[in-house]
């Protein structure tokens, strides 16, 4: 038990103590793998817009109008026909989970599709705009409230 002790709160004697040169060494001599991830990332971002760019042409909205952040969520609002300040509601804690919900879900129902697939486009982005954008959905405007 004493030595237990003795291991955890003695002082660190000149043998334990690592000099910096070798703490600053990486533990991996090159970095592959964040460059695999950055550009898997970026792919992913890549299929993400080009599904939203495809459908914000299919709706009559510029396709380049994905890509400018907050801006394409009003475009959105605008195709789903959801009033302008449930933008404003997307930067109010928790509540924005629902905002968010009610945009996609407007887009999702403009296109003749429902709750789940509106569901998907919130969570499931990265498969559910490529899906709405390059599939045989046919835009048309939307009625009633989701």
């Given amino acids: 038990m004493i ?3 003795r291991l955890f709160f003695s002082p660190p004697t ?3 103590m690592v000099p910096l040169e070798v703490q600053a060494i990486p533990l991996q001599s090159s970095n592959t793998g964040g460059i695999v991830l950055l550009l898997f990332q970026l792919l992913l971002a890549a299929i993400q817009i080009a599904g939203m760019w495809a459908v914000f042409e299919k709706a009559g909205h510029a396709g380049w109008k ?5 801006y394409n969520f009003y475009v959105m609002l605008q195709i789903g026909e959801n ?3 449930w933008l404003v509601l997307v930067f109010v804690p928790i509540i924005n989970i629902y905002a968010l919900y009610k945009i996609h879900a407007g887009v999702a129902r403009s296109f003749g599709r429902g709750i789940g697939f509106g569901l998907g486009l919130t969570f499931l982005g990265i498969l559910f705009f490529p ?3 390059f599939g045989d959905y046919q ?3 939307s009625s009633g409230l989701a």
Avoid: C, F, K, S
């Avoid at 994905?66 to 907050?70: D, K, N, Y």
């Fill in 131 to 133: 899906l709405l954008g």
């Fill in 3 to 5: 030595e237990v002790a």
């Fill in 14 to 16: 000149t043998t334990d």
């Fill in 139 to 141: 835009y048309r405007h």
């Fill in 83 to 85: 009033a302008w300040w």
């Fill in 66 to 70: 994905a890509i400018i952040p907050i």
